[in-house]
């Protein structure tokens, strides 16, 4: 079974950023079932590698956009982002100390948790930002 189920819940409405996040999800699920054919010590690092890599490019391109449109809360966002790439190099460093052990079961929550989190609350709020960006309109924080 996948990691990481996509929901509808998840949808922010813009096509390009729903479409980076669904690869975002088949990429740590690809990487997921790679790990599956080999456990090993050395398989669930290079797994953890991937995962961090493909994250925290997205992330680098979300913050990209919020320096150039100067957003307000840009440094909340990014704080965000960095806290979950922690939680994953603590994961990483677990796995090379030998401690990983039934880890995937904490990953997989820690992901899923977090992930429908700053979707629904970083994510969305700059989104919304853009979007009144693109309509000339003075964008207003707050509200749904
Ligand atoms: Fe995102
Ligand atoms: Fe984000």
């Given at each position: 079974m996948a990691l990481m189920e996509w929901r509808d819940e998840f949808r922010l409405g813009?096509?390009?950023?729903?479409?980076?996040?669904?690869?975002?999800?088949?990429?740590?699920?690809?990487?997921?079932a790679a790990m599956g054919q080999d456990g090993s010590q050395a398989a669930v690092g290079d797994f953890l590698g991937e995962i961090h890599a493909d994250i925290a490019a997205h992330f680098a391109l979300e913050e990209k956009i919020m320096r150039e449109r100067a957003y307000d809360h840009y440094a909340a966002h990014k704080a965000d982002h960095e806290r979950l790439l922690d939680d994953i190099r603590d994961l990483m460093d677990d796995n090379e100390a030998g401690r990983f052990g039934d880890g995937e079961p904490i990953?997989?929550?820690?992901?899923?948790e977090w992930f429908s989190r700053h979707f629904r609350e970083m994510d969305a709020r700059m989104h919304r930002m853009l979007d009144a960006d693109r309509h000339g309109k003075n964008f207003k924080p707050g509200g749904a």
């Open positions: 813009i096509a390009s950023v729903d479409h980076e996040h669904q690869q975002l999800f088949a990429l740590i699920n690809a990487a997921h990953l997989a929550a820690r992901l899923k």
